[in-house]
């Protein structure tokens, strides 16, 4: 809420092309040029080709908004862990406590990402990359030894599933669409939000997107 200004007699007083800029906030004696506003999208109406991309893109959410929360938490505790190393100084009292924090993980995650379907798997392993910056497989291979990291791999293969997957919204249309996606659901309080650790701009992508979407018309 913007207040008036308090000063005596202001109807008679012609204030300067500088003042007439300032505002004051209610309850705050400090004049401000601008006042600062969280950054909000303005989402577009989705359109769809036909059923079938319609159907495909609300399979696509639900799969998102179920997984993303693991990825969220997994971003959290990965900055606990490192947080906490910085401050432990003997190698093997770091490796003590990595071994501790991977267990806790894994007890964690384990029962509930045995529950998940081939693809939610696969877009999990991709919202890691996007919450983390690094994959999943180098989060294996952090937390464990480089041949553990390599078996995690070929067993994922197994189920079609690469824990080396990348985050690329601005070259993947899908990846985009999970993008979209989150943040609808962030602008609706669906999911809480969790800035991603990639750098891309979400308005510049879907002028992108959009743009290509038309020339193939």
């Known amino acids: 809420m913007v207040a008036t200004l308090g000063f005596s007699q202001v109807e008679e007083q012609t204030l300067d092309s500088v003042a007439e800029k300032l505002i004051v906030m209610e309850g705050d004696s400090i004049f401000q040029t ?35 929360p693991y990825s969220k938490l ?3 505790r990965l900055v606990e862990l490192n947080d906490s190393l910085t401050k432990i100084t003997k ?13 806790y993980i894994e007890g964690e995650f384990s029962e509930e990402l045995k529950k998940l379907t081939r693809t939610e798997g696969q877009i999990l392993v991709k919202l890691v990359h996007r919450q983390t910056g690094i994959t999943a497989f180098e989060l294996v291979k952090e937390l464990r030894s480089g041949w553990r990291a390599f078996w995690y791999q070929t067993t994922a293969k197994m189920f079609k599933i690469s824990i080396k997957e990348e985050f690329h919204p601005d070259q993947v249309h899908e990846d985009y669409l999970i993008e979209d996606i ?14 991603s650790a990639l750098e891309y701009d979400y308005a510049v992508l879907t002028n992108k997107w959009n743009k290509d979407e038309k020339e193939k018309r």
């Open 182 to 195: 989150l943040q609808r659901a962030f602008a609706a309080d669906r999911l809480v939000r969790q800035k």
């Open 74 to 76: 997994a971003a959290e």
């Open 34 to 68: 601008s006042i600062s506003l969280d950054e909000v999208y303005v989402f577009g109406k989705l359109k769809f080709e036909n059923y079938n991309e319609k159907l495909k893109y609300y399979i696509l959410r639900r799969k998102t908004l179920k997984v993303y």
């Open 91 to 103: 190698k093997r009292h770091r490796k003590r406590y990595t071994k501790k924090i991977q267990k």
